[in-house]
């Protein structure tokens, strides 16, 4: 299963940015799609999101305002955050699960907002001024 950790986390005024790493390690297939989550307290965990070798796919609540890539070389993927909003406060996990096929459009028809195989144990971050 994968192994997934996550860091960049920590305190940003509003309108700042921040920028997630999550890295993935315990490949055991040739295709895998990782998802970013979050949770506010007290409220449901919200996927806002993925990336896949093929698509990639994004929340409305942070379409425009956040980036997801990935970096194969460095088994990493990232999540770039613009213009954060005291909203946008929580804790951060990264998911994800290995693909037995090279699905094109993973991020758009699975349902990964449901949850994926493996979580890593998430980063706080704080929007406040």
């Known amino acids: 299963q994968l192994q997934l950790a996550e860091s960049g986390g920590g305190l940003v005024q509003p309108g700042g940015s921040l920028t997630l790493s999550c890295g993935v390690s315990?490949?055991?297939?040739?295709?895998?799609?990782i998802a970013w989550f979050r949770q506010a307290p007290g409220k449901p965990r919200e996927g806002i999101s993925c990336?896949?070798?093929?698509?990639?796919n994004h929340a409305g609540s942070v379409k425009g305002r956040f980036r997801i890539s990935r970096d194969d070389a460095k088994s990493t993927v990232y999540l770039q955050m613009n213009s954060l909003e005291p909203e946008d406060t929580g804790v951060y996990y990264c998911?994800?699960?290995?693909?037995?096929?090279?699905?094109?459009?993973?991020?758009?028809?699975?349902?990964?907002?449901?949850?994926?195989?493996?979580w890593g144990k998430g980063t706080l971050v704080t929007v406040s001024s």
């Open positions: 998911a994800g699960e290995q693909l037995s096929a090279d699905i094109q459009a993973y991020c758009l028809t699975a349902p990964w907002r449901n949850g994926m195989d493996s």
């Open positions: 315990g490949f055991t297939r040739d295709y895998y799609a």
């Open positions: 990336i896949s070798k093929r698509d990639t």
